[in-house]
């Protein structure tokens, strides 16, 4: 992606001082909304985990971690952490934590293959959140109910900083709409996933997209996503592979389908199976993460991240995340947004 400049840009609060304002505002909101709406408590989470473990988020397989020797290990290997997706499952059995209660945390990545552009930084930053359920719980129906609880959070957090700077208007729906990803192919079977997501979110502003990583029609998926936490093989109900989605709203100072959120239910010992062999990653059944969810060790759980820069970047209308955030950007870049009124921290 290139990097965009809106047309008639306008920092809607004037300082960078009032900006760190409401970040913290917004921050302070959202977790507060998130953790009453799912029943999360707050928990400390890693930067590195050991390599070799299955522990970390593989993501789609060809990003590269930030590895480096730990001398007190005998110069074991350790990583970054790319996201949390399967510490989290860890941590709620470590806990012994009953279905219906779950955990967040701050997540701090480090992705240095990322593509720098408005909404993407090497520095990633999310709401991170687990919750057990039960198995009778592994379905659509559950699924739709907690997206709905997130965008609920969201809205609340939009019409608070509303109050609080009324410069910023809100303009969420008050719902979201649901559709399978195999559903918007069919609406749009000459665009490319990216542009189907354009056209769905202008269309309705605020959009939970159903089944990521399963090939669909035309034997590509809609997006990646890594085999060993997503369940995206399952049928469910509907009759569509995948009981996971993103949650994407449409971004009106960028003019574009804006992703705030990844999530799903987890893999359960079967799908996890299917899906390792229909990615060919089925010598990964032997690392710890991975023998003790096959062994029935781990809780059925949902979870997902909901990016903290991004989500901020949205409610405060930034046209940059680099606006939010404190990262490295390719100097023409800052030179660019600086001489468009777009100031990067």
């Given at each position: 992606m290139e990097l965009y400049i809106p047309e008639g840009y306008t920092n809607l609060l004037g300082t960078v001082e009032n900006t760190e304002k409401a970040i913290k505002y917004v921050k302070d909101m959202f977790q507060e909304n998130l953790s009453a709406q799912l029943a999360l408590l707050r928990v400390t989470a890693p930067m590195v985990v050991l390599q070799g473990t299955?522990?970390?988020?593989?993501?789609?397989?060809?990003?590269?971690?930030?590895?480096?020797?730990?001398?007190d290990l005998d110069e074991r290997p350790a990583e970054v952490v790319h996201?949390?997706?399967?510490?989290?499952?860890?941590?709620?059995?470590?806990?012994?934590?009953?279905?219906?209660r779950g955990i967040y945390t701050d997540m701090n990545a480090l992705r240095p293959d990322e593509e720098l552009d408005n909404i993407h930084s090497i520095y990633v930053d999310q709401w991170d959140w687990e919750k057990v359920i039960t198995e009778s719980e592994r379905n659509i129906a559950f699924l739709?109910?907690?997206?709905?609880?997130?965008?609920?959070?969201?809205?609340?957090?939009?019409?608070?900083?509303?109050?609080?700077?009324?410069?910023?208007?809100?303009?969420?729906?008050?719902?979201?709409?649901?559709?399978?990803?195999?559903?918007?192919?069919?609406?749009?079977?000459?665009?490319?996933?990216?542009?189907?997501?354009?056209?769905?979110?202008?269309?309705?502003?605020?959009?939970?997209?159903?089944?990521?990583?399963?090939?669909?029609?035309?034997?590509?998926?809609?997006?990646?996503r890594a085999a060993d936490y997503d369940d995206w093989s399952t049928e469910n109900e509907e009759g569509y592979k995948g009981l996971n989605g993103d949650?994407?709203?449409?971004?009106?100072?960028?003019?574009?389908?804006?992703?705030?959120?990844?999530m799903g239910i987890r893999v359960s010992p079967e799908s996890l199976l299917c899906q390792l062999e229909a990615r060919g990653e089925r010598h990964k059944e032997s690392l710890d993460f991975h023998r003790r969810l096959l062994a029935g060790r781990l809780p059925y759980t949902i979870g997902g991240g909901i990016g903290q820069s991004r989500l901020c970047m949205f409610l405060l209308r930034k046209a940059h995340i680099g606006e939010i955030q404190s990262s490295i950007w390719p100097p023409a870049m800052v030179t660019r947004c600086r001489e468009a009124g777009i100031d990067l921290m």
């Open positions: 299955g522990v970390n988020d593989d993501l789609n397989n060809i990003e590269r971690p930030v590895t480096f020797p730990l001398r996201s949390l997706a399967k510490w989290k499952r860890l941590k709620l059995a470590e806990m012994g934590v009953e279905p219906g739709k109910q907690t997206v709905r609880r997130i965008y609920e959070a969201i809205k609340v957090t939009e019409n608070k900083v509303y109050v609080e700077f009324p410069q910023i208007r809100p303009h969420l729906p008050e719902e979201i709409l649901f559709i399978h990803s195999e559903q918007l192919r069919a609406m749009y079977p000459d665009l490319a996933p990216k542009e189907r997501e354009m056209e769905i979110v202008r269309r309705h502003k605020a959009v939970f997209i159903i089944g990521i990583g399963h090939p669909l029609g035309d034997g590509l998926p809609h997006d990646g949650i994407l709203l449409w971004n009106p100072v960028l003019e574009s389908a804006f992703e705030v959120s990844s």
